[in-house]
């Protein structure tokens, strides 16, 4: 483009603009703390743009370029090594995978599946401590690997429990959509020991792990599928032939998928609704209130479903005994949290139900004002929309 804009100036986004990859970069810190940084751009003499994270508190402050991720097509296993990530630790943490899920070895015990996480948490630690880096360098090696889940059921719950926890939530890194999309075609291979509940387990749980990274194509696909098992006989959907296990945890995932049109997400929570008439399973309403919270985690607020629906569904929570239901306070909030927004928000006599029910319920604090008053989101609730808590080095922001 010919234009010319100076610092400072406010510019229109056009077809103009070519929009560039992720900014990818290591630091070089050993400590392990949260630093804020302002990003910096110097014109250098041959004409290029040089950007740095400058730290903001600190005197002298530290600076950290930053270098942009042009390989787009990258499939390395092995990214190059930064100081959360001992080489040796995760290289042998990979040969594990390799041993497992590669060609079978003359010398294997046969137990490498069943043992792998309990191995790996003995190299790298526990699960919960492992950062980002780490967590993406194990589905790097994992994922060229996956045809070896088919030799075994312990192969085939051990891949998906990996795969997702590994790739958890589906966005974040500069390669995240390269992960996720490699797991796509697998979707539709199913299992291949479908009579495992314990496979269906760790398949479902590792779709709803990734699935802020799937697109509403994906999303579609995966309701698709578990759709006609979730529905109550009057829906009219044909059920599989063969049998789905872990019913429970489709749902959970089904509840995750907020990229799809507020009708479709309307329809799972009318049948789910269904069932709280006759079920106590708290699962239920906290798949409710996924399904109707007024602020998503992840999606577009289009997506929301209206407040007409909301209203309806906490309409029937407040029917329910809550001390009988534990998520019902969080169900509730999800549903009549103040937005601020005329189209999302539900009217303000359920709104003063609500805040009467919670202050009767000996509810938290700020859960009584997110119905009373429009405050954002914090991040431990946004956390744990995704089920688990994300790899260290990941942090949700509005």
């Known amino acids: 483009d010919d234009a010319v804009a100076r ?58 370029r930053l270098a942009f991720q042009l390989r787009a097509g990258s499939t390395t296993s092995r990214p190059p090594p930064s100081p959360s990530r001992p080489p040796r630790r995760i290289d042998g943490a990979i040969d594990l995978i390799e041993r497992a899920f590669g060609k079978p070895r003359a010398d294997a015990s046969g137990r490498e599946a069943r ?4 191995e790996l ?15 993406r360098a194990l589905f790097d090696a994992l994922a060229p690997a996956a045809r070896g889940r088919r030799r075994s059921a312990d192969h085939e719950r051990v891949f998906w429990l990996l795969a997702g926890w590994c790739a958890r939530p589906g966005f974040g890194n500069a390669l995240d959509p390269e992960r996720v999309a490699k797991l796509g075609p697998l979707f ?3 299992l291949a020991f479908p009579a495992e509940a314990r496979g269906w387990q760790s398949f479902f749980i590792a779709w709803r792990r990734v699935a802020a990274g799937l697109d509403e194509a994906a999303q579609t696909q995966v309701r698709d599928f578990v759709d006609p098992v979730l529905a109550p006989a009057t829906s009219g959907l044909k059920r599989p032939k063969k049998p789905i296990l872990a019913l429970d945890d489709a749902l959970d995932l089904a509840s ?27 699962r239920l309403w906290a798949a409710i209130g996924r399904l109707g919270a007024r602020v998503p985690s992840y999606a577009s607020v289009h997506n929301v479903v209206t407040p007409g629906v909301a209203e309806r569904w906490v309409d029937h929570l407040l029917r329910e005994k809550w001390d009988a239901v534990p998520t019902a306070a969080a169900a509730a909030v999800a549903l009549v949290r103040k937005t601020g927004d005329r189209a999302r928000d539900v009217n303000d006599r359920v709104a003063k139900e609500v805040e009467k029910r919670l202050v009767a319920a000996s509810a938290k604090p700020e859960q ?31």
Do not use: K, M, N
């Open 121 to 135: 948490e003995r190299g790298l630690g526990e699960r919960a401590q492992w950062t980002v880096e780490t967590s």
């Open 188 to 190: 539709d291979e199913r």
């Open 368 to 398: 009584v004002r997110a119905v009373r008053e429009v405050v954002a989101v914090d991040e431990t609730d946004r956390t744990a929309f995704f089920g688990d808590a994300l790899p260290i080095g990941l942090r949700l922001v509005e």
């Open 256 to 282: 995750s998928l907020e990229r799809l049109a507020p009708r479709r997400r309307s329809e799972l929570g009318g049948w789910v609704l269904e069932r709280t008439w006759t079920e106590r399973d708290p």
């Open 7 to 64: 610092a400072g100036d406010v510019v229109d986004v056009d077809d103009a603009f070519v929009r560039l990859p992720p900014l990818a970069t290591a630091l070089d810190r050993a400590e392990s703390r949260e630093v804020r940084v302002a990003i910096e751009g110097e014109l250098t003499p041959v004409g290029t743009v040089d950007l740095a994270c400058v730290e903001a508190e600190a005197d002298p402050p530290r600076r950290f």
């Open 115 to 118: 043992d792998l996480v309990r």
